[in-house]
């Protein structure tokens, strides 16, 4: 396998996070803002249909694709650093106009389309990864261990909290009200009033991200996506730990009444996300649906504008001032939106990719970037 064929395993992977993505994100948007519709919070006994299919859909995806996404990301950080010393160029100053401006753009995603936006949480991330990228592996496996350990006990923390102190969601009426009945000037003035509640998440998964992003950098480094023997060695050690293990660990989801769903999404979940890396890396590898794995392709080839995208739909579908379907659908038409709006990505993707190189918010990201390089 050439070098471009391992670029297309990664744009495949990335397609799959994005879309999978939007697989938790949706029941959000379903639901107006109700965070309890993710988790399993209100629920103290075993769960009626309607409750059991969102569960299963979120047990596959809530935060496991999220993890993939993050840790492609690295993986992403990693092929523009060895770029970037095949050509000569110093690795901060190329980066941090890329890092500036995933941050800008997350502001504005925030801003306007969703409160759980993910990218101003990432270009954070990638400030702080890029004065460590270029490190040797040793050092960055001293900071996975320091920065995991960090994660680890604060989110274990959290989670005594919640078991001991009851700790709740509290009420989502008010938000739920605003997104079906309020203006979409008013939903932002919203976003803006309540900007630090609003992106708590997104500071405290911080060190998770780290964490995520170096873990893709060294995945890259050890020839993980590669064709040869020590690739495939590489996959079936990430299958034994993501699948063997993550798997069972996720299932703790189904224990109703909220109280492990912190430690599922925060701590397991990025297991089970090592075990998709691999089992999708292996069934491309033999060959079989590649239709399907283009379908993926084609979206991880503009990832950041479909994930916009996704979210831009989601809202004018779900939210009142657009066609007010929120709280309206049960779990199987969720599931049939979600396929849909997927869909329609794909079809864009492929409409746009046969007309330009890249998609229009890469694009306008290469653009800003060259514009800062050359001040």
Not at 343 to 365: D, H, N, T
């Amino acid at each position: 396998m050439k070098s471009t064929e391992r670029i297309r395993l990664l744009d495949i992977l990335r397609g799959f996070a994005v879309l999978g993505t939007l697989g938790t994100n949706i029941w959000i948007f379903a639901h107006l803002g109700n965070l309890s519709y993710i988790t399993t919070i209100d629920y103290s006994g075993w769960w009626q249909p309607e409750d059991l299919v969102r569960m299963i859909v979120l047990f596959l995806v809530n935060g496991k694709l999220l993890g993939l996404l993050t840790i492609m990301f690295g993986v992403g950080m990693e092929l523009k650093y060895q770029q970037a010393l095949r050509r000569g160029r110093a690795w901060t100053k190329v980066y941090i106009g890329t890092a500036v401006f995933i941050f800008i753009e997350g502001f504005i995603h925030y801003t306007l389309v969703m409160e759980y936006d993910i990218l101003m949480s990432y270009g954070i991330t990638a400030m702080v990864v890029m004065f460590l990228i270029n490190r040797d592996n040793r050092f960055i496996k001293r900071v996975l261990i320091v920065i995991g350990s960090i994660h680890t006990v604060v989110i274990l923390f959290l989670l005594g909290a919640s078991l001991f102190a009851n700790v709740t969601l509290g009420s989502f009426e008010e938000v739920v009200a605003l997104y079906q009945g309020g203006t979409w000037f008013e939903q932002v003035q919203y976003r803006l009033m309540h900007f630090l509640p609003l992106r708590m998440e997104a500071i405290l998964i911080i060190p998770m991200n780290i964490f995520l992003f170096l873990l893709g950098v060294l995945l890259m480094r050890s020839g993980v996506f590669a064709p040869d023997d020590n690739g495939k060695q590489q996959r079936k050690k990430l299958f034994t730990l993501g699948i063997c293990v993550g798997l069972p660990l996720n299932m703790l989801i189904f224990i109703p009444g909220g109280a492990l769903d912190i430690a599922v999404r925060y701590l397991f979940a990025p297991i089970l996300s090592i075990g998709y890396i691999a089992v999708i890396s292996i069934v491309v590898e033999y060959g079989k649906c590649k239709w399907l794995w283009r379908c993926f392709e084609l979206v991880g080839r503009m990832s950041l504008s479909c994930y916009v995208m996704q979210n831009v739909i989601s809202s004018i579908l779900f939210y009142g001032w657009g066609l007010a379907l929120g709280g309206r659908v049960d779990s199987l038409s969720i599931i049939l939106i979600w396929f849909l709006i997927s869909l329609v990505q794909i079809a864009f993707a492929y409409v746009w990719l046969r007309l330009f190189k890249a998609g229009p918010l890469e694009s306008i990201r290469l653009h800003t970037v060259r514009i800062l390089m050359s001040k």
